[in-house]
């Protein structure tokens, strides 16, 4: 299996500015267009002639919390002046935030522009949404990524059995794994343990032994007592879990080769494919689950994980971490700054060390991610409807811009130059890179700083995720630390990219069909991992029962139908 090299080799030109794209002005202004009163083109601001305002719905994360400062000031202001487009929010908190949307395009009263979306399938039967492949050919941004990182097989993997697809997806020149954990490495040095010699090829097995202990450490030292856990996690639970253990189950299960947590939310119903076989089959009634939802009860019962990282919001969880009082929890790029400074505060500047480690191995070598397509944009049936044929295409080409030119991507991630950063010369490699100006901090960019220093992100709304995903390996590296360039080295050189699943273009007759089956299995499947994770189920006395509950949800006939699907297609 090849290695994380495309990660590696961009990790040499980290910070690296394609300054072509980035002011306007400087653009490649022969490739512009002009369509019936505005601007457009690879490379050119998108810019409407006349004011336009187009509904967006809006994922409003808890812990960086739109606010006025965001329209009067910041992202959506900034882009209302570089476009002459002014986006009508529809905010709902991102824990709720599918459902709410969900509701709202049902009952034919959706926004626009529908962001942050996953899976798209529960609204493509009905006709709410477009099928924006139809609408591509009019993105000229969109369609030079797709061509020049030879994107199709990637996107195929979206495409329905009419050929088409109906979400945007944000694209990617290689995988670039984000969530992962992060350590409080005095604590494990305080126990006697070397995380850098230990995680090249350690175990969850290990990381177990391992945590047991710090723990032994933490309770002989007075910071906690034996009752109490050093693990208790965020993005599990209420706020972020969606009651399918989120982000934990999913890193784990990928060790075993199972869909878990937040990969298995959606219309999966615990499917894998098997590439010897060319088929897929249902992992989560394998040895391999068992396997898996196993090694994770044995952190609960011995008192390591906390099993209400399942049932509490994350702040619970962040705030024990911030207090010293737990020694692990889940992180990525976008969270790492915040957390340290919690710590900060929490536990004193100068009383900790934390380490950010790659997550441990089971079955596989495999890095947790390993697709080149991240959430993205649907766009609603009614936008066509109400604004027309050729407003509409305005509209997309506006979009193309937003989520796919680099000009765009450097304005919702970094702010405008001169105002929140600015283009220095880096002393090592003598390439311009990006910096905040004094003043400025970033939790979102993992950009640190004093307690008097404006959060970029917390007032202005940059370096959100509605609009940040995406991009080539140079665009989505520029703001790393010297410790996430070392992260991602280490991924390189200790991980694997496990292959991508093909598509199963169901029709949808055969969408509505494979839904009723899988939404019954998948939450059947998730409350019986729950109750094996934290004991309420013994696994080996309650397996067959599990098994049998699948069964009886029609298992066999879900797995039948799409490996039909599947064949039909190749």
């Not at 994107?151 to 979206?158: E, R």
């Not at 990928?254 to 119903?269: H, L, M, N, Q």
């Not at 202005?460 to 360039?485: I, K, R, V």
């Not at 200790?494 to 292959?499: G, T």
Request: net charge negative; hydrophobic share 35%.
């Amino acid at each position: 299996m090849k290695k994380f090299t495309l990660v590696l080799a961009a990790l040499l030109a980290l910070s690296v500015l394609v300054t072509s794209c980035g002011k306007k002005g400087t653009a490649k202004v022969e490739n512009a267009a002009e369509a019936k009163g505005y601007t457009f083109g690879e490379g050119v601001t998108f810019h409407s002639d006349e004011p336009v305002t187009y509904t967006m719905f809006f994922s409003d994360a808890s812990w960086y919390p739109m606010a006025e400062t965001w329209k009067t000031e910041g992202i959506f202001k900034k882009i209302e002046e570089l476009t002459n487009v002014k986006l009508d929010i529809i905010s709902y908190d991102s824990g709720d935030y599918t459902n709410k949307i969900g509701l709202a395009i049902n009952a034919g009263q959706s926004a626009y522009i529908v962001p942050k979306v996953y899976d798209e399938n529960a609204f493509v039967d009905g006709g709410a949404v477009v099928a924006v492949s139809d609408y591509t050919k009019y993105m000229p941004n969109f369609t030079s990524f797709y061509n020049k990182y030879n994107m199709k097989k990637d996107v195929d993997t979206i495409v329905k059995a009419d050929g088409k697809f109906y979400r945007l997806p944000g694209m990617l020149e290689a995988p670039m794994q984000d969530y992962t954990i992060l350590l409080r490495e005095d604590l494990f040095e305080g126990a006697g343990i070397d995380i850098a010699k230990l995680e090249k090829d350690w175990t969850w097995d290990d990381l177990y032994d391992a945590l047991v202990k710090v723990k032994a450490y933490m309770v002989q030292k007075g910071i906690i007592t034996e009752k109490d856990y050093v693990w208790s996690d965020l993005w599990c639970g209420a706020t972020s879990g969606h009651g399918t253990g989120g982000n934990l189950l999913k890193l784990m299960g990928t060790s075993y080769g199972v869909p878990s947590g937040w990969a298995i939310e959606g219309a999966s119903g615990g499917l894998a494919f098997d590439f010897k076989k060319d088929e897929w089959y249902l992992a989560s009634t394998t040895e391999n689950y068992k396997k898996f939802v196993s090694t994770l009860n044995k952190f609960v019962k011995g008192g390591i994980l906390d099993p209400e990282t399942f049932t509490q919001d994350d702040n619970t969880a962040q705030n024990r971490f911030y207090n010293g009082k737990t020694a692990i929890i889940s992180t990525n790029r976008g969270m790492y700054a915040t957390q340290t400074a919690g710590l900060d505060t929490g536990v004193g500047k100068g009383n900790y060390k934390v380490y950010l480690a790659m997550t441990p191995v089971a079955l596989n070598r495999y890095s947790a991610d390993n697709t080149r397509l991240e959430n993205g944009v649907m766009i609603a049936k009614r936008a066509l409807d109400e604004l027309g044929e050729a407003d509409f295409i305005k509209m997309m080409r506006f979009v193309d811009w937003l989520w796919y030119s680099p000009e765009a991507y450097v304005l919702y991630k970094w702010g405008v130059e001169g105002e929140t950063f600015q283009y220095v010369t880096d002393e090592t490699t003598g390439l311009k890179v990006k910096k905040l100006l004094p003043g400025f901090k970033c939790g979102g960019l993992g950009i640190g700083g004093s307690e008097d220093d404006v959060d970029i992100r917390l007032k202005w709304g940059y370096a959100g995720g509605n609009f940040w995903y995406g991009h080539t390996l140079a665009e989505m590296s520029d703001n790393l630390s010297p410790t996430h360039q070392d992260f991602y080295a280490r991924l390189a050189k200790y991980r694997e990219v496990r292959p991508v699943n093909p598509s199963i273009p169901a029709d949808e007759d055969e969408r509505e069909q494979l839904k009723l089956w899988s939404t019954p299995l998948t939450d059947n499947i998730n409350a019986w991992t729950l109750k094996f994770a934290t004991g309420q189920k013994d696994i080996e006395k309650d397996w067959n029962e599990y098994v049998k509950s699948c069964d009886n949800l029609h298992a066999a006939d879900f797995v039948k139908l799409n490996n039909d699907i599947y064949k039909r297609s190749k």
